[in-house]
């Protein structure tokens, strides 16, 4: 009896791990493929169908279009405008998305998880929470998204996200446009794969920000290669800037601290031994 009643437990017991192992391959089919490494496609700037700064023509309010013509006089002039990435600072969303090096899709039921090789991972969860009472802001914010079955297949289509509580200072590309500093901007993604060519993956990304007149959409597409080679990237190492109060300096191959900008001053050194005449 004990040894039919075992061989019954162990039948229960693989015939639950079997149903469990279908359901899970049943769950797997309805997400789709994005494995693989995803580049950009077209240049750095914020919309890759316009040029870079004033090219880009974004809806600015007054106050930071004038912010805006600042940081492109002070890039001018050898200065770092309001593009603060030479000191490593994250790019944080939306910038993130222009996925200067490639990244990585990790798709679990309950959330959706974006490698990059030269960030912090995003976390989009797709678990159906709502938002948090009380969010830490952080540069890649706080993400929930949505799968959608579209074409009705069966089958998940396209990605609905909708990403809040970023903190800053952020600039949507390297000339410094601007977000406004009080943080409270909303970003409003669709992430699917192109019909025609399932190695082409777009991101139409909607940006609601207080320093814009009006919602600002822009369209991401990424191609994929399916064998790639991954590559260690950290931006501290080499890096010569130096940022000082406002302003930026640059060390020479002798570690000396050098001007970035014509008739710069040199830092405060209060706070340092002045060295007598």
């Known amino acids: 009896m004990l040894h039919r009643s075992l061989i019954g437990s162990l039948a229960a017991a693989a015939a639950m791990a079997l149903a469990m192992t279908g359901t899970r391959a049943d769950d797997e ?14 240049g ?10 004033r090219g880009q023509q974004a809806p600015l309010t007054p106050e930071y279009q004038a912010m805006f ?7 001018a002039s050898g200065g770092q ?14 910038r993130i998305m222009s ?5 990585e899709f990790i798709i679990l039921p309950n959330t959706t998880y974006i490698l990059f090789e030269n960030n912090m991972p995003r976390r989009i969860y797709t678990d159906g929470r709502d938002w948090p009472k009380n969010l830490e802001p952080a540069f890649s914010g706080y993400s929930i998204g949505t799968w959608l079955d579209e074409d009705g297949d069966g089958r998940y289509d396209v990605l609905d996200v909708e990403t809040r509580s970023m903190k800053g200072p952020r600039a949507y590309e390297a000339s410094g446009l601007p977000l406004h500093s ?5 970003v409003k993604e669709r992430i699917y794969l192109d019909k025609a060519n399932r190695d082409i993956l777009h991101d139409d990304i909607t940006t609601i920000d207080n320093a814009l007149t009006r919602p600002w959409t822009v369209a991401k597409k990424f191609r994929r290669t399916r064998d790639p080679v991954w590559s260690d990237y950290d931006c501290n190492e080499g890096n010569q800037h130096v940022a000082i109060g406002k302003e930026s300096y640059f060390l020479s191959a002798e ?8 008739n710069q001053s ?12």
């Open 255 to 262: 570690g000396l601290l050098m001007p970035t900008k014509k």
């Open 69 to 75: 013509e600042a940081s492109l006089a002070d890039q």
């Open 29 to 42: 089919l309805k997400y789709p493929d994005w494995s693989g490494q995803w580049s950009r496609t077209g």
């Open 99 to 103: 996925v200067i090096f490639p990244m």
């Open 44 to 53: 750095i700037q914020w919309d890759t169908s316009k040029p870079l700064g």
């Open 182 to 186: 009080d943080n409270q901007t909303i």
């Open 81 to 94: 405008g309001n593009d603060l990435r030479y000191t490593c600072l994250p790019p944080g969303m939306p």
């Open 266 to 277: 040199p830092p405060d050194l209060r706070y340092f031994n002045q060295a007598r005449k």
